[in-house]
C-alpha cells in the first residue's frame, strides 16, 4: 500500500525541481534505436551541462530535438516551432560512436564535436530570438523607446542609440556589434555598417553573415574551446559579463599581446609582445595637416606610453620614448603612386599598423615637415587595458576599406576608441576628421590638451614634436648671426650646392656647427626626396618594358613592396587557430617572420645598391657631396669638442 | 542554420587581393630609405650608453639644443640626458649643456 505512494511522491518531486524554471531538451525518439537514443540522449546532457545557469533559467522551454533529412552541407537548423533539426545522415556515427574520432576540417575537430557544438548554436539562436535581456535593460529600452516617441531620432539622448528597437537578447546589442565587428556608421545616428571587415583569423566565416550567426558561432567556441578567453578576450569577457558565469578549466594565456612591428628596420625581429598592464597611458597622437591631398585633414593615430621594463607605471614611463609604440590606421596601396580616385571611392584597403615612436616622429617631423601634438586620453585603468587588447585584436583580424571621406584614419580610429574602452561618453560621437575628432574628444573630457598649453614643457615632455620646418629655420637664424652668409632665407642656403657650403665649416664654432650639421641634414633630405621623385617618373613611365634599366630596381622595389605586406597582415603567416596567437603558434609566427624579414633585407640590401646607379650623374654627384659635408661636419664638431676637453661617453 | 562547409574559400580569395600591398608611406620610404646611406640602425641590446637607442636617437636634439643655446629642448634629449644621468656616475653632476655637447659629438 505504501509503495506506490511513496512512488507518486517521487515523481511529484521530479516534476517540481523541473516546474521551477529550467530549459529541457525533449528527444523526439519513436522512431530511434535503442542505441541511437542513448546516444542522442547523452549528446544533449551534455550540452545542458556545458551550457551557463543564466542561459538555462532563462530559456525556460520545452525545446524539442529530431533527427530530420536535411541537405547533404547542413548540421542543423532551429525554428521557434519546429525546435532543433539535426542532419539524420549524422546520426549512424553518433549511435556507433565513431563520430567521436572521425576528424573533420573544422575547428572543433570531432564529428561529435561538431554536432554538440550544433546544438549549442541552434539553442544560441532560441536564447537570442527570446528576447531575455535583464530588467535594467528593458527599463532602459523602455525608456528610450519613450523618448523616441516624445523626443525624435535628433533629440534622442546618447545611451539610447541603438536601444529603440532591439530585438534580439545579443545580437543587436551596440556592444556586441561594436565588438564583432559591425561598428557605427560616422554621422548616420548609430545605423550600422553592413559587411563585416574583421575577416582574418575567424574560426568560421560563418559567423560573418549576420550579427545572429556571429552570436551563435561564438558561443559554440566560449563554451567548448579552453582558449576562447585568450583568443578572443573581449568578446569572452562580454559573454561571461552577460551570464555571469565563465566555463571551467579555461587555458592559460601566453603571456604579453603578439603583433608584428611594422618598423623599417628589417633588420630586428619583427614579432613583438605588448603587456596591456605595462602601458601606463595611451595618447590620441595627431599630425598637424598639409597640403598634400591624402594629408590634407591631419592624420589619427594612438600612443602607447610603455614602461621600460622595471620601471614601475608613472609620469616617468612619459620618456621611455623607446618602448612606445604608434597604432596607426594606414590606407595601402601596391604602387608607387597614390590615385586620389581610388582613394575617394575606397580601393585601398585599411589596416592597423604598429610601429615604433621614433620611426613616426622621424617621419612626419624630418621627412614630412609636419609637427605631432600627442595628448593624452582620460580612460580609467580597465578602459584602458581593453583599448590596448582591442587594438591587437584588430591588429590581427581586421582588413577594411580605406574612404578619404567617410572611413579614414579618424573614423577607424574612433571605432577602435570606441568598441576598446567602452566608454559610454565615446558611444555617440561622430567626427570624420582627425583634428575635428580631438576637438571632439577634449570637449566631452575625454582628452586633457592642458599638456600643450606651454610650448617648450610640451616640447620637452614629448607632448609635442615640433616639424623641423621650424628648427631649420632657427638654425639658419644661428648662421645668420655667427657667420657672414650673404643668404637671406633658409632656402637659399640649402639651394647652394654643397661645395659652396663646405668652405664655411672649418671656421664654424661648436654652437655654428651644430646648426650646420642640422642644416646639412635638410639639404640631404632634399635631396633624397628628389632623387625620389625622378625615380618614380622614371619608373612609372618607363614601367611598361621601354626602359630597360629600371628593370632590376624596379623588380627589387615591386617585392619589397610585395613582401612586406605581411607586417600589416600578420594574419597571414599563421594558417591554423583564430583570434589572438597562443604559445602553441608563436614558435612558427617567430620563424615565419623572421625568414620573411630575411628576404626582406636581401631584397633591400639589392635595392640600395641598384637604386642609385639610376640616378641622373648631377643628382648623384650633389647627393655624395651632401654625405661628404655630412661626415666632415661630423669629424669638426669632434674635432672641437675634444680639444675644449668635453665630456665624452662611455 | 549550421553548415558542415566553410565559406572560406570565398573568404580566402578576399584576402589575397589584397595581400599584395604596401602603405602610401611605406613605398616613399623604401626609396628614401635604398637612397639614404646614413641612416644606421642599433642594436636593442647594447651595453655602452654611447651605442644605446636612446642617446643616439637624441642627436638631432642635440644639435638644435646646443645650437639654440638651450630654447629648443627635445624629448629625444630630455629622455638620452636622463638616461646618461641614471647609468653614467661621472655624467651626474654635468650641466645639460654638457651632455648635449657629448651626444653630439658622438
Redesign the interface.
Known amino acids: 500500500m505504501t509503495w506506490p505512494r511513496a512512488w507518486l511522491l517521487a515523481l511529484a518531486l521530479l516534476a517540481s525541481a523541473c516546474s521551477h524554471a529550467e530549459l529541457r531538451l525533449a528527444l523526439a525518439d519513436t522512431a530511434l534505436s535503442a542505441s541511437e537514443r542513448q546516444a542522442s540522449l547523452q549528446l544533449l546532457q551534455e550540452a545542458l551541462d556545458a551550457l551557463p545557469p543564466h542561459f538555462k533559467q532563462q530559456l525556460d522551454q520545452r525545446i524539442s530535438v529530431r533527427w530530420r533529412n536535411l541537405p ?7 525554428g521557434r516551432l519546429r525546435g532543433i533539426e539535426l542532419n539524420a545522415a549524422l546520426l549512424p556515427a553518433l549511435s556507433d560512436g565513431s563520430s567521436a574520432t572521425e576528424q ?3 575547428a572543433h575537430g570531432s564529428v561529435r564535436r ?1 554536432l554538440l ?2 546544438v549549442l ?2 539553442l544560441t539562436h532560441l536564447y537570442d530570438r527570446a528576447r531575455l535581456w535583464p530588467l535594467a535593460q528593458k527599463q532602459l529600452q523602455h525608456q528610450c523607446r519613450q523618448r523616441q516617441q516624445s523626443l525624435g531620432a535628433v533629440g534622442l539622448p546618447e545611451h539610447c542609440r541603438g536601444q529603440t528597437a532591439r530585438r534580439f537578447t545579443l545580437s543587436d546589442d551596440p556592444l556586441l556589434l561594436d565588438l564583432a565587428g559591425w561598428p557605427q556608421y560616422v554621422g548616420r545616428r548609430g545605423a550600422r555598417e553592413q559587411n563585416n571587415h574583421q ?2 583569423r ?1 574560426p ?3 559567423e ?2 549576420n550579427p545572429r550567426e556571429f552570436v ?1 558561432v561564438n558561443m559554440e567556441y566560449f563554451l567548448l574551446d579552453p582558449s576562447y578567453a585568450c583568443r578572443r578576450p573581449l568578446l569572452a569577457r562580454y559573454l561571461s559579463e552577460h551570464f555571469a558565469w565563465s566555463p571551467a578549466n579555461p587555458q592559460p594565456c601566453a603571456d604579453g599581446l603578439a603583433y608584428l612591428n ?1 618598423g ?2 628589417f ?2 625581429q619583427p614579432l613583438g609582445s605588448i603587456d596591456a598592464q605595462r602601458v601606463y597611458q595611451v595618447d590620441y597622437l595627431l599630425a598637424e595637416a598639409n597640403d598634400v591631398l ?1 594629408s590634407r585633414w591631419g592624420h589619427s593615430m594612438l600612443r602607447l606610453v610603455i614602461c621600460a621594463p622595471g620601471r614601475p607605471l608613472g609620469p616617468d614611463c612619459r ?4 618602448e612606445h609604440l604608434v597604432l596607426s590606421y ?7 603612386q ?1 590615385s586620389s580616385w581610388d582613394g575617394l571611392t575606397g580601393a ?2 585599411s589596416r592597423l ?1 604598429v610601429l615604433p615612436l ?1 620611426q613616426v ?1 622621424e ?1 612626419y617631423t ?2 614630412e615637415l609636419r609637427s605631432l601634438a600627442s595628448v593624452p586620453l582620460k580612460l580609467e585603468r580597465s578602459q584602458l587595458e581593453q583599448l590596448v587588447t582591442r587594438a591587437v585584436e584588430q591588429h590581427w583580424s581586421y ?1 577594411g576599406d580605406y574612404w578619404f571621406l567617410s572611413n579614414n584614419c579618424a573614423v577607424e580610429t574612433l571605432k577602435l576608441l570606441r568598441s576598446g574602452s567602452q566608454h559610454p561618453r565615446l558611444q555617440a560621437l561622430d567626427s570624420i576628421m582627425p583634428n575635428g575628432l580631438l576637438d571632439s574628444l577634449v570637449a566631452r573630457n575625454l582628452a586633457d590638451r592642458s599638456v600643450l598649453d606651454d610650448d ?1 614643457e610640451a ?4 607632448y609635442r ?2 616639424s ?1 620646418r621650424d ?1 631649420y629655420q ?2 639658419f637664424g ?1 648662421l645668420q648671426t655667427q657667420l657672414p652668409i650673404e643668404q637671406a632665407q633658409v632656402e637659399d642656403w640649402l639651394n647652394l650646392p654643397a661645395a659652396q657650403r663646405e668652405p664655411w665649416f672649418a671656421q664654424a664654432d ?3 656647427s ?2 650646420l ?2 642644416l646639412e ?1 635638410a639639404a ?1 633630405r632634399r635631396q ?2 628628389l ?2 621623385d625622378e ?2 617618373r622614371r619608373y612609372l613611365s618607363g614601367r611598361d618594358g621601354a626602359d630597360p634599366t629600371l628593370n632590376q630596381a624596379g623588380g627589387a ?1 615591386q617585392q ?3 613582401n ?2 605581411f607586417l ?2 600578420p594574419a ?1 603567416l599563421l594558417e591554423s587557430g583564430y583570434g589572438l596567437p597562443q604559445r602553441a603558434e608563436w614558435q612558427r609566427l617567430e620563424a615565419e617572420s623572421q625568414a620573411r624579414q630575411r628576404q626582406l633585407r636581401q631584397l ?1 640590401d639589392n ?2 645598391q641598384e ?2 646607379t639610376l640616378l641622373e650623374p648631377a643628382r648623384l654627384a650633389e ?1 655624395q657631396a651632401t ?1 661628404s659635408n ?1 661626415t666632415q661636419l661630423g669629424q669638426h ?2 674635432a ?3 680639444a675644449a676637453g ?5 | 542554420m549550421r553548415f558542415v562547409l566553410l565559406n572560406s574559400l570565398v573568404a580566402l580569395a578576399l584576402f589575397s587581393a589584397t595581400a599584395q600591398a604596401q602603405t602610401l608611406e611605406a613605398t616613399s620610404n623604401i626609396i628614401v630609405r635604398a637612397l639614404d646611406r646614413t641612416i644606421d640602425f642599433t642594436s636593442d641590446t647594447t651595453t655602452s650608453i654611447r651605442d644605446s637607442k636612446v642617446v643616439l636617437a637624441a642627436r638631432d636634439d642635440a644639435a638644435s639644443f646646443v645650437a639654440s643655446q638651450g630654447q629648443i629642448r627635445g624629448a629625444q634629449l630630455e629622455a638620452a640626458i636622463n638616461a646618461i644621468r641614471s647609468q653614467v656616475p661621472a655624467a651626474q653632476n654635468a650641466s645639460d649643456l654638457v651632455l648635449a655637447e657629448a651626444i653630439l659629438a658622438l
Not at chain 1, 330 to 336: E, I, K, P, T
Not at chain 1, 459 to 462: E, K
Open positions: 547533404a552541407e547542413v548540421y542543423g537548423r532551429a573533420t576540417s573544422r561538431e557544438a550544433t548554436h541552434e575577416v582574418a575567424s568560421d566565416s560563418y560573418l553573415s551563435a611594422a623599417r628596420d633588420a630586428r591624402a620618456l621611455d620614448l623607446q594606414r590606407a595601402f596601396v601596391g604602387d608607387v597614390l585601398y584597403p599598423f621614433a616622429v617621419e624630418k621627412v582588413d617648450a616640447l620637452r615632455l614629448g614634436f615640433d623641423f628648427r632657427a638654425m644661428v661648436l654652437r655654428t651644430a646648426a650639421l642640422l641634414q640631404l633624397l626626396l632623387a625620389q625615380l618614380k622595389l619589397i613592396l610585395a612586406s605586406g600589416s597582415r597571414e633591400s635595392l640600395d637604386v642609385r647627393l654625405e655630412l664638431l669632434r672641437l669638442h675634444k668635453g665630456l665624452q661617453l662611455p
